[in-house]
């Protein structure tokens, strides 16, 4: 290779087409973002902080009733100093009754600002569900439409139907209070008519059922006089109490050890089967995918890239990030089942690209590939991928790669 | 931890030692001492020649400004200030320790007014600027904190004098009692809200000054706490956001407010120097002011030991109180 080819090649992963890496702003158009978004925010609040909103205004039919929660076309953005960041921006699935859906993709990709959307806990002012709707199907039978729930109303979803389990079970809990305080008080706020008896009582059975030998001690305990596995249990325990249909598990294992890991899996599992709830997995690790998913949805800078059974994503992965993913899963019996990093960057979330936002980092783009983003292509009733490869129902034999082009 | 504290006093020993050898060393070296101070009229009437000025010098123990004179006459200093002997004050020809007894109660009573009131109008209002971060109560707020904070004391004091004394003449000016008014001797209650009225622009002057400062550290600390894993976590267990704020939230913030602000308690006994000279409240802020601007040497010796002890025992209050609000921290 001359020294010419070298020095392109160089400037070529330097500067990768379609990607603005580097964003300037001058002072005035920072005035200008920062008036925008603080009128735009003004609306949306004004919308969530009505009172006595009527019941009809957020009720709503589910597409398959089979579903506790639909996400339909969901988009959340952060209006931010520095411009609009397009977290979540066009998501579409639903997670099953009774099964446990995972959600993988690189950090950053939107997991996480998805799951708290569905509580309503995205963090406001600056974060904002602008469009698209989560549909949630509750226990008394009825359909709510979450994100034009009025916030007193989902108060008495969150934690009672739809619990949370957060990454870092060191930070998650309150470091002031007794682990039954924090306890109790799930249940006392939830169910009617607790008293504070039945409440510790409530505590202890699921500090029990989460495998605590002891918890009667742990309940009288600081959270920094448990471990983190322990605290990850107490966090299930606390998630349990109130029997919730849909368990939100971000990244449950990441923080703790291996052997914890498994155990905490392990579980999870079980738990779901007890109170035959719905998990939604969210985490980085294909292994705990592979041993405790039923469907899969991959994500990649705010969007879906590919959806499907375990078994489809795993077996026949169609988007050619999916194929990265699952060609990087390490074989056998190796520890660290974390997504090796494919090569590249992730577009700037303020200045995303209109064409396929895997294309600077794909090895098998082609020309339309830098022109439109890809439609969502259905091979199952389950399994649809987005990549325009897969408009023939499954992959052009791909000689043409971006080098040849 | 008791280990970590008895460190902590024996550090403050050292220190306290320290800082009394240097002021006094400074204390010394003042260009124009006390008897210069008192003679200095009679000299240049010719009433006093330099001799009696001299001999006078060395009555007070003034006259040898050498290094090993000053150490000599500071070790006789420390000696009887260890047995509990702070001297006579020049100016007030009284032992020091009576000024200080006499003079800190009416400090104390308006620092500590003004300190209660710093905490019942700063907390609530650095909370709600916390919550509604961002909004037009926020700024407005953070601009008036910073604006007390910024302002000096005596500038604010002219201020309020000029509008509350002068222009609608409903408070009074200075001092602590109305000088024109006679009391029975018996008339108490009348006696203490007449003191009281005076001191009402004193301590809305501190008050102001203050209160800037802990609505800006509370804001600050509840926007951390805020922003917490445990505040999410306890919003997602449906709490509503009164819960969230006044019970997680606020249970947080409340280790460094309880932690610094018990710090500040000793401190209100030192006096407020130039508010309580501009209102010419007698108190120990005051007395200091003109020991020091008269080289009062045992005053000013005795004033700033008491300080660095009230500083010494603020530390030690704030730690032990630490120690009683985190539960992290082990009282091993
Ligand atoms: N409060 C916020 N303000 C501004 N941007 C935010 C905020 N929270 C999240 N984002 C942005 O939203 C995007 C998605 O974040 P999210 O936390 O959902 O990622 P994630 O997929 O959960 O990643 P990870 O695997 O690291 O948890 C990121 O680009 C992030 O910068
Ligand atoms: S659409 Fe093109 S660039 Fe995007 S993943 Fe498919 S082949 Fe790659
Ligand atoms: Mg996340």
Redesign the pocket.
Known sequence: MGLLDKWKNIKETEVEPGIDHTMYLTLKEERRISRENSRIIKQFEREKNRKNVPEEEYLTQMRDPNNVVEFDNLHTY?F?DVGT?K??NGVTFDIPQGKVVGVV??????????S?SLMQL??AP??QIVAGSIRYQSRDGKCYEITKMPKDRMLKVRGKEIAMIF?EPMTSLNPVFKIGEQMDEVVLLHEEGATPKAARERSLEMLNLVGIADPQKVYNNYPHELSGGMRQRVMIAMALSCTPRLIIA??PTTALDVTIQAQILELLRDVKNKINGSIML?T?DLGVIAEMADYVVV?YA?RIIEKGTVREIFHNPKHPYTIGLMRSKPSGKTKDNRLYSIKGQVPN?INMPNHCYFYNRCDRAIGICAEEYPEMIQFTDTHSAACHLCRNGGFMDTNSTKEQR | MWNYLLKRVALALVILFGVSALIYLLSMLMPADYIDNQTAAAVQMGAMTLEDVQRLKELYGLADKSLPGIAKSYLSWLTSALSGDLGYSFLYGRPVSDVLSQYIWISFMIAFISYLLEIAIGIPMGIKASVNQYSAYDYTVSVFAMMGTALPSFFLSALLMNVFAIRLGILPLQGLTTATKVFPPNAHFQILLDKAWHLVLPITVLTLLGVGGLMKFTRTNMLEVLNSDYIRTARAKGLSENVVTYKHAFRNTLIPLVTSLSGMLPGLFGGAMITETVFAIPGIGYMALRATQQGDIPFIMGYNMFLAILTVLGMLISDIMYMVVDPRVKLS
Request: net charge negative; proline share 4%; aromatic share 4%.
């Open positions: 952060f931010t960041v977290s979540v993709g690189e950090s950053g990709c939107g997991k996480s600002v998805t708290l995205v963090q600056q974060g990454q971000d990244e969210i980085h994500m705010g979330p």
